[in-house]
């Protein structure tokens, strides 16, 4: 069990919780959701659009895949059919307001990506535990050579993600370093 104790900003780690040492400090910006690390429920009123599947199907092979449209247009259940409908291995990670600190979003992009390529986390997270925010360059870096290091193809989702809102690296990566 985490109890977060309220404005510290700090969890304490309780065993049972898998921590090594009771009452390990954990904080708050560490602690993930695990419901936003899995794709969605379909839903049973779904409008099934299998152009748009298709389309998806088809671009998935890219290195990038943007799908953009005005809030409401269903973008998120179109990734949601289309990761559980695809034979391609799909991370997931539903973004918010809350992931708006670069470390904490990074740590939410290596859990999605760590789903479908085991091994990321190991070399990526220490980058994200040191008391200095890491430079773009050095996560960019441990991130594309793990993955590189492996053979599989796979997608990772990063749903509601939103630059202009603080919620997705900009092209930097890492956002804003503090004076």
């Avoid at 109890?3 to 602690?31: C, I, K, M, N």
């Avoid at 299998?50 to 799908?67: C, N, Y």
């Amino acid at each position: 069990m985490c109890e977060l104790r309220s404005g510290s900003g700090v969890a304490e780690a309780r065993p049972g919780d898998g921590s090594d040492r009771p009452g390990a400090q954990v904080r708050e910006r560490d602690v993930l959701l695990a419901t936003k690390l899995r794709v969605p429920r379909s839903r049973r009123d779904v409008l099934v659009r299998p152009r748009l599947l298709d389309r998806i199907e088809e671009a998935a092979a890219r290195e990038l895949l943007l799908v953009s449209a005005p809030a409401g247009f269903g973008k998120s259940t179109l990734l949601t059919e289309w990761a559980r409908t695809t034979t391609r291995p799909v991370g997931w990670a539903s973004l918010d307001s809350d992931d708006n600190d670069p470390v904490r979003l990074w740590r939410y992009v290596v859990a999605a990506v760590e789903q479908v390529h085991p091994g990321l986390e190991e070399r990526v997270l220490p980058l994200l535990d040191t008391p200095d925010q890491p430079t773009p360059e050095a996560v960019v870096t441990a991130v594309v050579n793990e993955l590189t290091a492996g053979p599989s193809e796979f997608t990772v989702v990063l749903d509601d993600c939103h630059p202009r809102r603080g919620r997705c690296p900009p092209a930097g990566g890492m956002g804003p370093r503090p004076a």
